[in-house]
């Protein structure tokens, strides 16, 4: 489990369930543990407005564009 946060404001976006070791580009909604984000239109934002990243709009598809610069992902040895 990872814990995505705003690089900006430090605020929590969402919980994570991570697979694998590459870096986190885009993520698979189906694995959102808890989403903290807001959705404006297909903007995926922080509250303070900062954009995370963007919801291509399929199913169960991705939040793609995640921006490095706007996003931290910070990992919870702890949990699984
Ligand atoms: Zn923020």
Same mark, same amino acid.
């Given at each position: 489990? /990872?814990?995505?946060? #705003? @690089? +900006? #404001?430090? *605020?929590? /976006?969402? =919980?994570?369930? =991570?697979? *694998? +070791? #590459?870096? &986190? &580009?885009? #993520?698979? +909604?189906?694995?959102? @543990?808890?989403? &903290? ?13 900062? %954009? %995370? *990243? %963007?919801? +291509? *709009? =399929?199913? !169960?598809? /991705? &939040?793609?564009?995640?921006? !490095?610069? !706007? @996003? /931290? !992902?910070?990992? =919870?040895?702890? $949990? $699984?």
């Amino acid at each position: 489990m /990872i814990i995505i946060k #705003c @690089a +900006k #404001c430090n *605020g929590k /976006i969402f =919980k994570y369930i =991570k697979i *694998g +070791k #590459c870096r &986190l &580009l885009h #993520c698979w +909604k189906d694995r959102i @543990a808890e989403d &903290l984000s807001v959705h404006n239109g297909n903007n995926i934002e922080c509250n303070c407005g900062v %954009i %995370i *990243g %963007i919801d +291509k *709009g =399929k199913e !169960s598809d /991705i &939040l793609s564009g995640i921006n !490095s610069n !706007s @996003a /931290i !992902s910070t990992a =919870k040895p702890n $949990q $699984q």
